[in-house]
């Protein structure tokens, strides 16, 4: 048998532990340094980086844009391991120090927007598209919104933290968060059995919310687990997440505030329509 972990009476940070992410872990928040954030041209001035939380916002402003709304933005990247999310300037609009964070300068008071449900309904609402306005469609749409925000944690810092980046595998917490992931995964199968997507007949916030975690899991671009999570059993979520990954605004979205992957899979800075194409021109 092998030696059971102990809490002690009272827990300490150990500043060694954590992996690779142990330098940017700690237990209270606040700036580490002093840093002004850049600021591009446009009303709309997003600082994120392109994990699927900064997805989100990205794919629901190129949404907006192929809408025809005016909804141009700048996206300046934040390099969350190298701890930009600690520097003055980001904790003055995210005191939480998460990416992503919005900064409207056409608003009155100019107050920033955090936390990524809040800014898809903030950019729904200022731009009157991708969510119902009021009725049952519209209850459906944010029930599945805040399904993804209460849901994702589960995904990400459960299943995708021991399964993926953990410094050593331990069977428990992995078979613990698997056994979530996939119930979370039969929940989204279910519904989208008898709906093209979560709202129902027409794409909204739920799902621009959803599918950079759920949708990049079953198309294999999340975590490398297709195979040990049994995805293609999903059917009714495998068809929804590819129809999606099929549209225009999703593949521009997808690659804003990134640096890894192909050459046509990153851009780091976004400031014009014309960045994204550049890159998107290189796709083989």
Do not use: C
Request: net charge negative; glycine share 8%; no cysteine.
């Amino acid at each position: 048998m092998t030696e059971q972990y102990q809490p002690p009476k009272v827990w300490t940070h150990d500043a060694e532990s954590g992996g690779k992410w142990a330098s940017i872990n700690r237990p209270v928040s606040g700036a580490t340094h002093e840093k002004t954030l850049p600021v591009g041209d446009h009303t709309l001035q997003l600082y994120s980086m392109g994990t699927p939380n900064g997805q989100k916002i990205t794919i629901m402003l190129e949404e907006l844009l192929a809408l025809g709304k005016d909804a141009e933005y700048d996206a300046h990247m934040i390099k969350i391991g190298e701890g930009d999310q600690f520097s003055s300037g980001f904790v003055g609009i995210n005191p939480n120090s998460k990416i992503p964070a919005l900064v409207d300068i056409s608003s009155e008071d100019n107050a920033p927007i955090f936390e990524s449900a809040s800014i898809l309904l903030y950019l729904a609402e200022k731009f009157d598209a991708l969510l119902p306005k009021n009725g049952a469609k519209r209850t459906q749409v944010m029930n599945w919104l805040f399904w993804l925000h209460g849901s994702a944690p589960y995904l990400g810092g459960g299943f995708g933290h021991f399964y993926a980046y953990a410094p050593e595998k331990f069977e428990y917490p992995i078979n613990r968060f698997t056994m979530e992931a996939k119930r979370q995964l039969d929940v989204l199968d279910k519904q989208l059995a008898n709906n093209e997507f979560l709202g129902g007949d027409e794409l909204s916030i739920a799902d621009i919310a959803t599918w950079p975690w759920y949708g990049n899991l079953v198309l294999g671009n999340l975590y490398e687990a297709k195979e040990f999570l049994q995805v293609d059993e999903y059917k009714h979520v495998q068809r929804w997440a590819k129809a999606l990954e099929e549209r225009p605004a999703f593949q521009r979205g997808r690659i804003i505030n990134r640096t890894w992957g192909e050459d046509w899979e990153h851009l780091e800075n976004r400031h014009s329509a014309e960045d994204i194409d550049k890159v998107l021109a290189l796709k083989p």
